[in-house]
């Protein structure tokens, strides 16, 4: 099993930058993905950003150009540098990972993201 813990999030203006982090731990032998979720009120659960084991990222258009992921192996944490935030990045962010052969993805609780205009 994996335990994922987050943080960082918070209230800024529009234009800020946040960090999130997300510590794994567990059987952190088994994650070979790592990334970001967001789910804004209303909306579906989409894919932010993810990172492999071996670097390869992934990202939403909506977040290209102002989203860095980007992982510790060591530490086992993810991180997401989020610059340029926009209103509409206000969302709950929740970190996943997904399992290097078959197995059930994990999630963390949640961290709320909000932006202001």
């Known amino acids: 099993q994996v335990q994922l813990v987050e943080s960082g999030g918070g209230l800024v203006q529009a234009g800020g930058s946040l960090r999130l982090s997300c510590a794994a731990s567990?059987?952190?032998?088994?994650?070979?993905?790592m990334g970001w979720y967001r789910q804004a009120p209303g909306k579906q659960r989409e894919l932010a950003a993810s990172?492999?084991?071996?670097?390869?990222?992934n990202y939403a258009d909506s977040v290209k150009g102002r989203f860095t992921i980007s992982r510790d192996n060591a530490k086992n944490t993810v991180y997401l540098q989020m610059n340029s935030l926009k209103p509409e990045d206000t969302a709950v962010y929740y970190c996943?990972?997904?399992?290097?052969?078959?197995?059930?993805?994990?999630w963390g609780q949640g961290t709320q993201v909000t932006v202001s205009s």
């Open positions: 567990g059987s952190i032998f088994s994650i070979n993905i």
């Open positions: 990172i492999s084991r071996g670097g390869t990222t």
């Open positions: 996943n990972t997904k399992p290097l052969w078959a197995g059930p993805d994990y």
